[in-house]
C-alpha cells in the first residue's frame, strides 16, 4: 500500500479501472480486517487510500464524470489543497478509523459469540447418560485416575481407587458412569455397588471411551 499520493495517482492511472465505488467498499473492509489482526501501520496507510479513493468518487460525482477521468485533476486539487481541506482531511481519516475500530469490536464479539455456541453445542453432544460432560469429569479427577482412563487399565484402575476413601472414590467413579466414560455391567446399578465392583476381582467396566 502507497504511502505517498505521487505514487497513488501513477498505481491508479495505470489501474484506472479501481476508481470504481467497489474499491472503495474494499479498501474498507480491509481495514476492519487490519484492525482486527492490530496491524496499526498498515491500517492508517489503507485508511488514508481509503478516504482519498472517497473524496475522488465524490468528486466524480459533483462534476457528473466518470472517476476514471477524475483522476488527474483530483490528485492536483488534493496536492495544491489549503489547510482547511486537509484538516477536513485528517479529520475524516480519524473518523474512519474510530468507525473501523467500532466495526472490528462488533466482528470480534460475534466471533466469540459464535464460538461460544459452538462449544455449548459440542459440549451437550458429549453428556453421558447421567447429563455430565466427560471432558470436565477427566479434568477433575486426580493424576493417577486420568492415567488409568488414558491407558484403558482397569487393573490400574482398582489398584488406584482402593487407595482412595471410600466416599472420595464412589464419588469420582459415579460421575465417570453419569459422563459415559465407563459403563457398568449388570448388576453394578448404584453407586455403592460400582465402587465395590472396582475394588473387588471382576471387571465390570467394558472400555474406555
Given at each position: 500500500?502507497?504511502?505517498?499520493?505521487?505514487?497513488?495517482?501513477?498505481?491508479?492511472?495505470?489501474?484506472?479501472?479501481?476508481?470504481?465505488?467497489?474499491?472503495?467498499?474494499?479498501?474498507?473492509?480491509?481495514?476492519?480486517?487490519?484492525?482486527?489482526?492490530?496491524?496499526?501501520?498498515?491500517?492508517?496507510?489503507?485508511?488514508?487510500?481509503?478516504?482519498?479513493?472517497?473524496?475522488?468518487?465524490?468528486?466524480?460525482?459533483?462534476?457528473?464524470?466518470?472517476?476514471?477521468?477524475?483522476?488527474?485533476?483530483?490528485?492536483?486539487?488534493?496536492?495544491?489543497?489549503?489547510?482547511?481541506?486537509?484538516?477536513?482531511?485528517?479529520?475524516?481519516?480519524?473518523?474512519?478509523?474510530?468507525?473501523?475500530?467500532?466495526?472490528?469490536?462488533?466482528?470480534?464479539?460475534?466471533?466469540?459469540?459464535?464460538?461460544?455456541?459452538?462449544?455449548?453445542?459440542?459440549?451437550?453432544?458429549?453428556?453421558?447418560?447421567?447429563?455430565?460432560?466427560?471432558?470436565?469429569?477427566?479434568?477433575?479427577?486426580?493424576?493417577?485416575?486420568?492415567?488409568?482412563?488414558?491407558?484403558?487399565?482397569?487393573?490400574?484402575?482398582?489398584?488406584?481407587?482402593?487407595?482412595?476413601?471410600?466416599?472420595?472414590?464412589?464419588?469420582?467413579?459415579?460421575?465417570?458412569?453419569?459422563?459415559?466414560?465407563?459403563?457398568?455391567?449388570?448388576?453394578?446399578?448404584?453407586?455403592?455397588?460400582?465402587?465395590?465392583?472396582?475394588n473387588s476381582d471382576d471387571e465390570q467396566y467394558e472400555e474406555v471411551k
Open positions: 500500500m502507497f504511502s505517498r499520493h505521487d505514487d497513488s495517482e501513477r498505481f491508479l492511472k495505470e489501474n484506472n479501472q479501481l476508481a470504481h465505488d467497489h474499491c472503495a467498499s474494499y479498501l474498507a473492509v480491509w481495514c476492519v480486517d487490519l484492525c482486527v489482526q492490530e496491524k496499526k501501520a498498515l491500517l492508517e496507510r489503507v485508511a488514508r487510500q481509503t478516504v482519498v479513493m472517497q473524496y475522488l468518487l465524490q468528486l466524480s460525482k459533483s462534476v457528473d464524470v466518470d472517476p476514471r477521468g477524475c483522476i488527474t485533476a483530483f490528485y492536483r486539487k488534493f496536492k495544491l489543497a489549503e489547510k482547511e481541506y486537509m484538516e477536513a482531511y485528517e479529520d475524516e481519516v480519524k473518523s474512519l478509523l474510530v468507525r473501523v475500530d467500532d466495526r472490528a469490536k462488533a466482528r470480534i464479539e460475534a466471533a466469540e459469540e459464535e464460538a461460544k455456541k459452538v462449544e455449548e453445542q459440542e459440549r451437550l453432544k458429549r453428556l453421558g447418560p447421567g447429563g455430565i460432560d466427560p471432558v470436565e469429569v477427566f479434568e477433575s479427577l486426580p493424576e493417577t485416575l486420568q492415567k488409568c482412563f488414558e491407558e484403558k487399565d482397569i487393573a490400574m484402575l482398582k489398584e488406584e481407587m482402593a487407595k482412595l476413601p471410600k466416599e472420595e472414590a464412589a464419588y469420582h467413579l459415579q460421575r465417570c458412569i453419569d459422563s459415559g466414560m465407563w459403563v457398568p455391567e449388570a448388576g453394578a446399578q448404584n453407586t455403592g455397588a460400582s465402587a465395590a465392583a472396582v
